[in-house]
């Protein structure tokens, strides 16, 4: 570390040549009122603990600190969003940090932003704060030379744009608004966004007896308490979070389960019952009480066009008229108490000499700027329009507290986002620091989206730094510190930006060539930063639905030459080490921060994960708005090595079950009783691929949901199920399908009442280069038969592609929905009922035959029994030698089924071996038959059929995933349909790859 200190200093002289001894201050040197005596003694105590090498430079760059400010934009560098770990109590890869410090330090960067996440620090439970890892970051940069601008991040991570990571509000938090689905934001159609808590609830003491806004203050003091010593010497802001992505607005357009696309309008977030109350007095209070019952109906859907609707529409729109201006006044000032409330809270802890000033971040919506009605802005909270000015409200918000007014958004040129949406950044931000500028606020910004390119650095320099004095930014923000930004292009132009930025209108040209000495004099520095990031991002991914983390960590052997490396892809808890023990006993405990290996090492031999227990928590199944969610249990087994990467795309049925279990099946006008109630997912592409993700393989969907509620739901399970739900259609109207399911715990048996969706899944939903998309990087396609065209339209392109297919063919479909599909299969599946309706065939075996001797593509069929089992019919390989002589399938079958042991309670399987089969009035193929049989499940633990057939089709997708033989693939899927059984609902029984009763089939 002291070496990249003094290549930092270095690198920092290049800046101070004959003339640039002023402008040089920048590096180090921070932004304050305080008194020149202050800044000398902060200054230094800096120095006393900064190596020998770099004290040089540093008092040379302090002391022309105030005279640079004046001249210049301060830059800062986001980290990135999991720079500290999720137990709060260290720092994410701490070599690629500190290097990383380093070199934005050569640079003359002012310092970097961090997020100091509510659902890290105060996880474990109200007042019960952990700052470690923090504190860890601040002390290195406090090393390196660094400000630090704290983020109060009280938004959960995860669904908005730039989010990589999954990083939820507090336990204890989400615990209450699941009690309470009202704490949380909700649009018209009842959908629930969790990623902050409603502000229609500020002040009321719902979590445990505190009111939200407490619960932030007591957090804020808590980090003012903690990092005393650092306030206003290294920590130098403090951005107080406000809602969504950190933004002060409503969660109006949420990314996550696709609800929201640009460039759509968005939709209202006021039908929680605290804001729906609120706005109910308000329509009261204005003698128009038919106005407090919600907000506008005709505003249209999250993904409109304001001239698709009557509310936002530029002629005579609901926006302009009495009502409108009503509502919006309501919505906005709403929002504005909001900010009040939490900046009162932030200035009783920060503004009594604490030393860091406020900030505040405003979101730049600048999409459908150019229409009258600006609805976007409008459904976030922001009364802005054609006539209107809904900034300056909020400014003047904000002086008040003295806070500066954050906005994004900088870089983007008007010329550069899609016309036909009339998105006007440039216009936004001139606006917007107007309305600064008239508050008196400070106006600091960042870039909306990352961007190494000279001209956005362009767009930034003018919109930022290259204007009069009193027009200039008071800080910038640069989106983010990761391996890109060190790649050495773009470092040479980042550094040539930071200068342009600290000198106030410096030419792009004598920028660029101060900065090629810099990346010349830094350049193993950069590039040991580069490695380190890269190195992470490429060994640690996180997951985000079930909260665990894939490591790639090197491994050595004491027998193997120094040169060789070793690595292996595990799946662990979220913790900062992991000790892996392995058989022969040659390998040892290792830390992410090792040396990188070559990305092509492998393992191959099997290893055991062992975690302390007192650093894992548990991680228990949790119920939210209606769903079943499941997180992975303790001990998850270790991806096979064929499934790693393997990526599965269904297409077809997803819906919500509503099941009911009773005693026994209602006759006709009966009244009875049900017993267990349960809402879940389901569906047979949904059940399938989540079978599929809990054994370990990567799932990807196509599906077709309603903008409804129910439609919400089924896709936050879907993806806390860690499916890929990018590609499912989402219909502004109608209605999402759902199913009744009715359980008769004496006959054990099901039946199902569907409401099919509407409007149906068609194949112009989707675009070509949307399915060419969704087919990237597939192995193998499901089809489970549902929205027969849509099918065929994606199997017509897979077939092209050479991607093997797997249809599920269900007996209810008719042969003009099947028949297409069925010639286009690798695989077929199918339960007992479906060979004879097929082929008027009534015995199986002479069934499955006719199947293969139909459909030539088809590897096998497989058909489900039941508690029977299952029968495998397996196609030889061309050229193979088979006996001149046909055998009768039937004969083959009987001979079998004697082979079966039906003492042996658990799935077994036998086969005979290839030879040419044949039936009665059928041809001939070479093939061989295989029998599975059924777990002997006791009646007293078997709870539901619903969704047994999904369970084994998940598995005989894992089995083809990771080329399992078919001797071995047809117990361990009718295992898992087995395991299944035990539980209600077609997901909940469904098996992790961890479980011990799979142990003897995945070894």
């Known amino acids: ?131 470690d890892g923090y504190m860890e970051l601040m002390e290195m940069a406090r090393k390196t030379g ?18 990589s990571v999954n990083i939820p509000l507090p336990r204890w938090v989400v615990e209450e608004m699941e009690k309470d689905n009202d704490l949380a934001y909700t649009d018209q159609w009842g959908r629930r966004n969790f990623e902050y808590i409603s502000l229609g609830c500020d002040a009321m003491p719902v979590f445990k007896g505190r009111t939200p806004v407490e619960c932030y203050t007591d957090f804020m003091r808590a980090f003012r308490d903690h990092f005393a010593s650092f306030l206003g010497d290294t920590i130098v802001e403090i951005q107080v979070g406000m809602g969504p992505a950190g933004e002060l607005r409503y969660p109006s357009y949420p990314e996550s389960n696709g609800t929201w696309r640009f460039p759509g309008i968005g939709a209202f977030q006021c039908n929680d019952r605290y804001m729906r109350s609120s706005l109910k007095v308000a329509a009261e209070a204005r003698g128009k009480p038919e106005w407090g019952h919600g907000g506008p109906t005709d505003a249209g859907g999250y993904n409109n066009w304001p001239e698709d609707t009557v509310f936002f529409r530029g002629d005579c729109g609901g926006w302009s008229t009495e009502y409108g201006e009503f509502f919006l006044s309501w919505y906005s000032q709403m929002l504005l108490e909001h900010g009040e409330r939490v900046l009162s809270g932030a200035t009783s802890v920060f503004g009594d000499g604490a030393g860091a000033k406020i900030s505040v971040k405003v979101a730049g919506i600048h999409w459908h700027y150019g229409t009258r009605s600006h609805a976007p802005e409008l459904t976030a909270g922001y009364y802005n329009t054609r006539h209107r000015d809904g900034y300056l409200p909020i400014a003047r918000m904000l002086a008040r507290h003295g806070a500066v007014l954050n906005f994004t958004c900088v870089e983007m040129r008007d010329h550069e986002q899609p016309q036909e949406a009339q998105c006007m950044p440039e216009a ?49 923000t640069y989106l983010r510190m990761g391996p890109d930004l060190f790649h050495p292009d773009n470092w040479r132009r980042f550094v040539a930006f930071v200068r342009r930025m600290s000198e106030s209108g410096s030419p792009r040209e004598a920028a660029e060539s101060a900065a090629h000495g810099v990346a010349q004099a830094t350049g193993s520095l950069v590039h040991e930063a580069a490695v380190a990031l890269r190195s992470y991002l490429q060994c640690c991914t996180l997951n985000h639905e079930a909260g665990l983390r894939t490591l790639r960590l090197p491994l050595r052997a004491d027998d193997l030459t120094t040169s060789l490396g070793i690595c292996l892809e595990l799946v662990v808890p979220d913790l900062p080490q992991a000790e892996l023990l392995s058989a022969p006993g040659w390998l040892h405990m290792l830390h992410t921060d090792m040396d990188p290996l070559p990305d092509n090492a492998a393992l191959t031999m099997p290893l055991l994960l062992r975690c302390s227990p007192a650093a894992s928590p548990p991680l228990l199944p949790r119920r939210r708005s209606g769903s079943l969610l499941s997180a992975a249990p303790p001990g998850r087994r270790p991806l096979l090595p064929a499934a790693a990467g393997r990526v599965v795309l269904g297409c077809g049925l997803v819906t919500l079950d509503y099941l009911a279990t009773v005693d026994a099946y209602p006759r006709p ?94 194949p112009s939903d989707l675009r070509m280069s949307s399915l060419s998309a969704a087919l990237q990087d597939v192995s193998l396609l499901y089809l489970d038969g549902y929205s027969d065209e849509m099918a065929l339209a994606v199997a017509k392109q897979a077939d092209q592609m050479k991607i093997p297919i797997l249809v599920d ?195």
């Not at 660094?146 to 989010?163: E, I, R, T």
């Open 428 to 476: 936004l931000v001139r606006q917007v620091a107007a309305a600064a500028r008239a508050a008196g606020v400070g106006l600091a910004g960042e870039n909306a989206l990352p961007r190494y390119d000279g001209t956005a650095h362009d767009q930034v320099v003018a919109a930022a730094a290259d204007r009069a004095a009193e027009d200039r930014m008071v800080a910038f």
């Open 669 to 762: 006008d009966d009244k009875i009783r049900s017993g267990e109630l349960q809402v879940s997912g389901g569906g047979n592409a949904g059940n399938a691929l989540t079978g599929a993700a809990r054994l370990g393989l990567n799932t990807r969907l196509i599906s077709k949901v309603a903008n409804d509620e129910i439609g919400g739901t089924v896709l936050s399970e879907l993806k806390e199920a860690g499916i890929d739900i990018s590609h499912v259609i989402i219909s502004d109207g109608g209605n999402t399908t759902f199913v009744y399911v009715i359980i008769d715990k004496q006959t054990k048996t099901r039946t199902c009442i569907i409401t099919s969706g509407y409007p149906p899944m068609i």
């Open 146 to 163: 660094l400000k630090v601008q704290a983020v109060m991040s009280f938004h959960q991570c995860g669904g908005n744009v730039g989010d």
């Open 809 to 1003: 063919a269900e007996p209810e479909r008719t042969r003009e929905e099947l028949g297409g599909l069925l010639s286009l299969a690798s695989y077929i599946v199918c339960n007992g009922k479906f060979p004879e309706k097929w082929t008027s065939i009534p015995s199986i075996p002479s069934a499955l035959l006719e199947i293969l001797l139909q459909y030539p593509c088809a590897c096998f069929a497989v058909v489900t029994l039941g508690e029977n089992g299952c029968m495998m019919l397996e196609r030889g390989k061309d050229g193979e030698n088979y006996e001149t002589e046909p055998v009768d399938i039937e004969n083959v079958a009987e001979s079998l089924r004697l082979k079966v042991d039906k003492d042996d309670i658990l799935p077994t399987c036998v086969s005979s071996k290839f030879m040419r089969l044949t039936a009665r009035g059928s041809g001939n193929i070479f093939a061989r038959l295989l029998i599975g049989t059924a777990e002997s499940i006791p009646a007293s633990e078997l709870v539901d059929t619903t969704g047994c057939g999904d369970a084994f089709i998940g598995a005989v997708l894992h089995g083809l995933s990771t080329e399992m033989p078919p001797e071995k693939m047809l117990p361990f899927a009718c295992q898992v349909a087995g395991i299944k059984c035990r539980a209600i609902g077609a997901r909940s029984g469904l098996p992790w790859q961890s479980d011990p009763r799979l142990t003897k089939y995945l070894c």
């Open 1 to 131: 570390m002291a070496l990249n200190l003094a290549q930092s200093a270095a690198a920092a002289a290049c800046f101070a040549t004959a003339g640039d001894a002023r402008r040089a201050a920048s590096v180090v040197a921070m932004p304050s009122s305080s008194s020149s005596a202050t800044t000398s003694l902060r200054m230094k105590r800096q120095a006393a603990c900064e190596p020998v090498a770099c004290r040089a430079v540093a008092r040379h760059v302090a002391a022309a600190a105030a005279s640079s400010r004046r001249n210049g934009v301060p830059v800062f560098v986001m980290m990135p969003l999991d720079t500290v770990s999720k137990c709060g109590s260290a720092l994410n890869r701490r070599k690629a940090v500190a290097a990383s410090l380093a070199a934005l330090k050569s640079a003359g960067v002012e310092g970097i932003m961090v997020d100091v996440w509510w659902g890290i620090v105060e996880s474990e439970g109200p007042g019960r704060y952990n700052f």
